[in-house]
């Protein structure tokens, strides 16, 4: 498998504070890798760092064989990497096709775009449904899906996401885990961070563990499931 994306030494401060301290790691094509830390580790840091967020001090990011580092967001959604943000981040005041249709902004051929819209009707039948309601008025959940859908509209290769359950009630959580495994059986490579640990290493390759702007063990995600140092701090139910 050929990497796809690859962090080396990444070192990124908020001031004074040193919030990734020299991290590395990487993930290969067709994979699902997961981040897990507890708050406050610099998981999220990571991931605005990787797609163009946040400016790194030092070190490199490398995506599809290009340096990334220095390229703002916008241009890597163009690159084929998308960006599904920490709280949804959803545009309340317009409709939920609306929104849909912003994350296509990178792209111009019309018919690809509405292929494209059918596949994320496919994946959440729920926002074809409410296509015309106004996204402030969907619930949690249907937010989420919305923010997923709207990063699919990119017609990415690559997607990274940003605690997709947190805040949701158990059957959504569920149903945002399947999601995520049928958007990576579509081909889509994901980097995942994830509160709920025992969920995100059930559908993942690999896995890293961030304490403190450090990536701490590292490993096959069976493995890292299984690790009593893991399981004592992030799976106890």
């Given at each position: 498998?050929?990497?796809?994306?690859?962090v080396q030494d990444l070192n990124v401060y908020y001031g004074v504070i040193h919030a990734l301290k020299g991290i590395s790691f990487h993930v290969d094509q067709g994979e699902i890798v997961t981040l897990i830390g507890a708050n406050g580790a610099g998981k999220t840091t990571t991931l605005q760092t990787i797609t163009g967020l946040i400016p790194s001090r030092s070190g490199k990011i490398t995506y599809n064989g290009k340096d990334i580092t220095h390229?703002?967001?916008?241009?890597?959604?163009?690159?084929?990497?998308?960006?599904?943000?920490?709280?949804?981040?959803?545009?309340?005041?317009?409709?939920?096709?609306?929104?849909?249709m912003l994350g296509a902004y990178t792209r111009k051929?019309?018919?690809?775009i509405e292929e494209t819209l059918n596949t994320v009707y496919h994946h959440f039948p729920r926002l074809e449904?409410?296509?015309?309601?106004?996204?402030?008025?969907?619930?949690?959940?249907?937010?989420?899906?919305?923010a997923m859908g709207r990063a699919l509209m990119s017609h990415p290769q690559m997607i990274v996401m940003d605690e997709p359950s947190m805040g949701l009630s158990p059957?959504?959580?569920?149903?945002?885990?399947?999601?995520?495994?049928?958007?990576?059986?579509?081909?889509?490579?994901v980097l995942l961070v994830e509160q709920n640990a025992n969920k995100a290493l059930a559908i993942a390759d690999r896995a890293y563990v961030l304490e403190t702007g450090k990536i701490t063990i590292e490993g096959t995600a069976h493995d890292l499931a299984n690790d009593p140092k893991v399981k004592a701090a992030y799976l106890s139910e």
């Open positions: 498998m050929s990497t796809l994306l690859d390229i703002p967001g916008h241009e890597l959604v163009g690159m084929g990497l998308a960006h599904v943000p920490e709280g949804r981040r959803v545009f309340a005041t317009l409709t939920v096709l609306q929104n849909l051929d019309k018919a690809e449904e409410r296509k015309n309601q106004v996204a402030g008025t969907l619930s949690g959940g249907e937010q989420q899906m919305l059957i959504y959580v569920n149903e945002i885990f399947n999601i995520i495994e049928k958007i990576h059986e579509s081909g889509v490579t």
